[in-house]
């Protein structure tokens, strides 16, 4: 079992500390628990039972009408807000409930209601990315244990996987070769699937390697596909002289190849000393890229 203190879920909840106080007086909801030194801390059914009243705060439930209902009822009030409802927010606490109960069932439901509301790339881009920065900064912190983060991540990437999959993409003239991977030591492929079914509901061809592979391993590949970009995403801690190692192999291995880079790490890299890479701030930047590009083509 988890221990957070009052800190963490306020961090987390998005209830203020002295509002929980304030409610644990009031009402009986919630059993405080205290250590052998008299310190107050939360488990994880806390933690759920909490998120489940922040949402329904959020959505004009009084806390006394909360306090009424049991477990079970707070739950399914929550989920008729999520089916109708638009707010990304109750989306993303919702997948957090279910990400720390490792609920694959509701998470599963959860994420695919909101795909079928806003569409899979608005869901990726306001629910999903904010979640899983969400429970990133959780896990760093030590309020969140890796596994739950697995749990989520690999959930995710099937729902990316089953849509790529299914994908009846637009049918364009002269379509573009798109190579993408991850190179050694880069793991989190959400952003790579996400590219990947952008890039092919743009009508272009894509070889996907997955991730942590070697830039000379990709060469060979590269080599039979003749791709005519290579697409990779960059969100390690690496250190600036590593970072600038991994841009070198980048440009010096693809010369005569545009290479599209992405990601936290290349954020204020100086672009002008790389000829051949585009850099994107972020995932959005790669759908502005690909309508230029088709504007083109046309």
């Known amino acids: 079992m988890n221990k957070f203190s009052i800190k963490d879920i306020e961090t987390i909840t998005g209830i203020k500390s002295h509002t929980i106080r304030i409610w644990e007086q009031r009402y009986d909801f919630l059993n405080t628990k205290r250590t052998d030194t008299n310190i107050r801390f939360y488990s994880d059914d806390d ?62 439901k959860e994420l695919t209601t909101c795909i079928k509301k806003v569409g899979l790339e608005q869901a990726v881009l306001q629910v999903v990315y904010p979640f899983l920065q969400n429970i990133g900064v959780l896990w760093q912190t030590g309020m969140m244990n890796p596994a739950q983060e697995h749990f989520a991540s690999s959930l995710i990437k099937q729902r990316l996987t089953v849509a790529i999959d299914s994908l009846k993409a637009q049918e364009i003239e002269n379509p ?79 010369p005569n190849n545009q290479v599209i880079l992405a990601g936290g790490r290349i954020q204020g890299t100086d672009s002008i000393k790389f000829k051949n890479i585009v850099f994107l701030n972020e995932i959005p930047s790669l759908l502005s890229f690909l309508n230029e590009l088709n504007f083109e083509i046309a």
């Open 47 to 108: 933690l759920r039972l909490l998120l489940n009243v922040a949402t329904l705060n959020d959505h004009g439930f009084k806390i006394s009408e909360i306090a009424k209902m049991s477990t079970d009822e707070m739950s399914n009030k929550v989920q008729e807000i999520s089916h109708n409802d638009s707010s990304y927010s109750c989306y993303i606490k919702t997948l957090t409930t279910q990400a720390l109960s490792f609920n694959e069932k509701l998470f599963k």
């Open 176 to 254: 573009k070769k798109f190579l993408l991977f991850l190179p050694d030591g880069e793991y989190h492929e959400i952003a790579l699937l996400f590219a990947y079914y952008i890039i092919k509901s743009h009508g272009h061809e894509v070889l996907y390697l997955g991730q942590s592979l070697t830039v000379s391993y990709v060469k060979d590949v590269f080599k039979s596909y003749q791709p005519d970009y290579i697409f990779s995403v960059l969100t390690n801690s690496l250190q600036e002289e590593d970072a600038e190692r991994m841009l070198n192999l980048f440009a010096s291995n693809f």
